[in-house]
């Protein structure tokens, strides 16, 4: 894992639910406690602050010299939006009356007197930030939980790969739901992948680990675009293996034909309890002088195809008891990850 996490300042716990919160009390408190990706590590350049929203807290993201920081997008003074301003020798300016905020959110510069001291209510809540798989990594709650794993990143001989984030209206959990399902390929991606004419889930296994699972899956139904499937044998039997962690993190790597790998961490963010930010960080052996637009392209395809449905289920939340929806043989990796979110202690009934 590649990963620049933040110097050690203490951070502040947030003293209160962000304004507006579309969370249940609760759930936004253990939501707040795990890492979430926010942005690309590209998003946030040496000059220009960059804006973020997670559990409906809106953020700024800066860089000062090598550390990065990730603040409430709030100035101390006067309450301006400080992702509009921009960056001075590692400062933070506010664009209101330019303030100057360091790293460790303090003010170090008001321009409008020369000297005096500088209260020490002028300082920013900042929260813990890291980069990693190419993203920016921030935890609400003081970042005590550990960062999402995603290994297969950093192997010798695999291509890196970001496609653009989906904006999704519907809950993660119901994104992260919908990419363990293995019964919907059929009719969901029948267009980019699957095929109705093949529609069986073979029984698969289960396994619970703390706050996640592991499923093996083995089937018929291809993992190549429509315009690739001639490549892979016939009756070739394609592995998969999904890897779950609570709250919303799921990996998935796949076994192509002669030898190859694809490796997919599934990474949803929650804007809000009804807006989800997908990032999908995926690394392959294979195929590595083809165009990447060509999987954009695919990645979208399956996606948006995925989007269209998820944004209409009902209840928006993913429910959470073992009686609010009835299950399938099918859906043995939704009962884990269901059991999984209960056992972190959240409880989106």
């Not at 939980?145 to 984030?165: C, H, K, N, R, T």
């Not at 089937?219 to 009756?235: C, D, I, M, W, Y």
Request: glycine content about 6%; some cysteine; charged content about 20%.
């Amino acid at each position: 894992m590649s990963s620049t996490a933040a110097s050690p300042i203490k951070f502040q716990k947030s003293p209160s639910l962000p304004r507006n919160c579309t969370f249940e009390a609760h759930d936004w408190e253990v939501l707040s406690q795990y890492w979430h990706p926010v942005a690309f590590s590209s998003d946030v350049g040496a000059n220009k602050p960059f804006a973020a929203v997670l559990l409906d807290e809106e953020l700024v993201l800066f860089r000062s010299g090598d550390q990065l920081v990730a603040a409430r997008d709030v100035c101390a003074h006067r309450g301006a939006p400080l992702s509009i301003g921009w960056v001075d020798n590692g400062n933070l300016v506010c664009p209101y009356h330019g303030l100057q905020y360091g790293a460790d959110g303090r003010c170090q510069h008001i321009p409008s007197q020369c000297d005096g001291p500088i209260p020490d209510r002028l300082r920013l809540l900042t929260y813990p930030a890291q980069e990693a798989y190419g993203l920016i990594w921030v935890s609400l709650g003081g970042g005590n939980e550990p960062l999402p794993e995603f290994p297969a990143w950093d192997e010798p001989g695999y291509q890196q790969i970001l496609p653009p984030s989906i904006d999704i209206n519907a809950s993660a959990g119901r994104q992260t739901e919908g990419f363990i399902d293995v019964a919907h390929f059929a009719w969901i991606h029948h267009t980019s992948f699957a095929d109705r004419a093949n529609p069986v889930v073979p029984r698969y296994s289960v396994t619970r680990k703390p706050q996640g699972f592991v499923a093996e899956y083995s089937s018929t139904v291809s993992n190549f675009p429509k315009s690739l499937q001639h490549r892979a044998p016939e009756g070739f039997v394609w592995q998969r293996r999904f890897e779950v962690d609570a709250p919303f993190f799921a990996r998935l790597r796949v076994e192509f034909p002669e030898g190859g790998q694809l490796h997919i961490l599934n990474a949803a963010s929650p804007i809000s309890a009804r807006k989800t930010r997908l990032f999908v960080p995926i690394v392959r052996n294979f195929d590595q002088h083809m165009p990447l637009q060509d999987v954009y392209d695919f990645n979208r395809q399956v996606f948006e195809e995925d989007r269209a449905i998820v944004e209409r289920q009902r209840p928006e939340d993913l429910p959470i008891s073992r009686g609010a929806e009835a299950p399938i043989l099918a859906d043995r990796s939704s009962g884990a990850y269901r059991a999984a979110m209960a056992e972190i202690g959240l409880r989106q009934d």
